[in-house]
């Protein structure tokens, strides 16, 4: 398990850099890491996954720039949850698949929100990846992942084009949020394609079942967060990124969607 958990902070290093550069369109492989303040590089001493910033203090060595608590925050948590995985299935190919499958979603957060992104080659490239993983022992089959991706992607799509047909006759009732004004029209659709193509990476990797679940609880998570924020003060009409309410889902869903639905079936209800 201390293997797997080394690993996981090794990944959510590199998803930290992923979800930096590529929305920038930089490249991820070159120049090495470097403080994005003073431009130094960072020698591999200074990189050790969640301890260099505590040895930091979460400063560069050479300017003093403070590094966000969240770097060591995305590694850890991604150690964290890759050790889980390996608790649940151990060595095989679900730790494979479910590994891959939480890294992806770990940067769906990231991008999303810092920048209103999904990207194509995490959502679009994660459907081909999850329908490859349903081939492998264990995984549930090539055709109820293309059903599952298919139906959560047409479900998505469904919700933007109804959203649009209402939104439309009350064009200011969203406001886009700041810095993404020149993109008002995209936030007019209730729902956004990384969304909708999310959706579908996550039937992908999950199959019918458990993609019920992670969509319920992303439903369910993100009703409650608008209600609260709305009697916190914010406005209501400023959107609030549904990727990382998906990406929790389906990593609920990765852990007990199959328990879930088990309970669904056998008592009628989630509650």
């Given at each position: 398990m201390?293997y797997?958990?080394?690993i996981?902070?090794?990944i959510?290093?590199?998803l930290?850099?992923?979800?930096?550069?590529?929305?920038r369109?930089e490249?991820?492989?070159?120049?090495?890491?470097?403080?994005?303040s003073?431009?130094?590089?960072?020698?591999w001493?200074?990189?050790?996954?969640?301890?260099?910033?505590f040895?930091?203090?979460?400063r560069?060595?050479n300017?003093?720039?403070?590094?966000?608590?969240?770097?060591?925050?995305v590694?850890l948590?991604?150690?964290?949850l890759?050790?889980?995985?390996?608790l649940?299935f151990g060595?095989?190919?679900?730790?494979v698949?479910?590994?891959?499958?939480v890294?992806?979603?770990?940067c769906?957060?990231?991008t999303?929100?810092d920048?209103?992104?999904?990207l194509?080659?995490?959502?679009l490239g994660g459907?081909?990846i999850?329908?490859?993983?349903?081939?492998?022992?264990?995984?549930v089959?090539i055709?109820?992942?293309?059903l599952?991706a298919?139906?959560a992607f047409?479900l998505?799509?469904?919700i933007r084009?109804?959203?649009?047909l209402?939104?439309?006759r009350?064009?200011?009732?969203?406001?886009a949020?700041?810095?993404?004004?020149?993109?008002?029209?995209?936030f007019?659709?209730?729902m956004g394609?990384g969304d909708?193509?999310?959706?579908?990476?996550?039937?992908?990797?999950?199959g019918?079942?458990?993609t019920?679940?992670?969509?319920?609880i992303a439903?369910?998570?993100?009703a409650?967060?608008?209600?609260?924020v709305?009697i916190?003060?914010?406005?209501r009409?400023?959107p609030?990124?549904?990727?990382?309410?998906?990406?929790?889902?389906a990593?609920?869903?990765v852990?007990?969607?199959?328990?879930?639905?088990?309970?669904?079936?056998?008592t009628?209800?989630?509650?």
């Open positions: 201390i797997t958990l080394l996981g902070m090794t959510g290093s590199f930290n850099v992923v979800a930096w550069r590529v929305p369109g490249s991820i492989v070159r120049p090495g890491s470097r403080c994005t003073c431009g130094n590089a960072i020698p001493y200074d990189n050790i996954p969640v301890l260099s910033w040895i930091l203090r979460g560069c060595r300017c003093g720039a403070g590094f966000s608590f969240r770097y060591a925050l590694e948590l991604t150690g964290l890759f050790a889980g995985i390996f649940k060595i095989s190919w679900l730790f698949k479910n590994a891959v499958f890294s992806l979603l770990i769906v957060v990231l999303d929100i920048h209103w992104i999904i194509d080659s995490v959502s459907i081909v999850g329908l490859a993983f349903s081939l492998t022992p264990g995984g089959g055709l109820p992942s293309l599952s298919a139906g047409s998505f799509f469904l084009f109804v959203s649009e209402i939104l439309k009350r064009p200011e009732y969203t406001i949020p700041e810095g993404h004004e020149d993109e008002a029209d995209e007019q659709g209730g394609w909708i193509k999310l959706a579908g990476m996550i039937g992908a990797f999950l019918p079942s458990s019920a679940m992670a969509l319920f439903f369910l998570t993100g409650l967060t608008g209600i609260a709305i916190a003060g914010r406005n009409r400023i609030i990124p549904f990727g990382p309410f998906l990406a929790l889902g990593t609920v869903a852990f007990a969607g199959q328990a879930l639905w088990q309970f669904y079936l056998t009628g209800s989630l509650f």
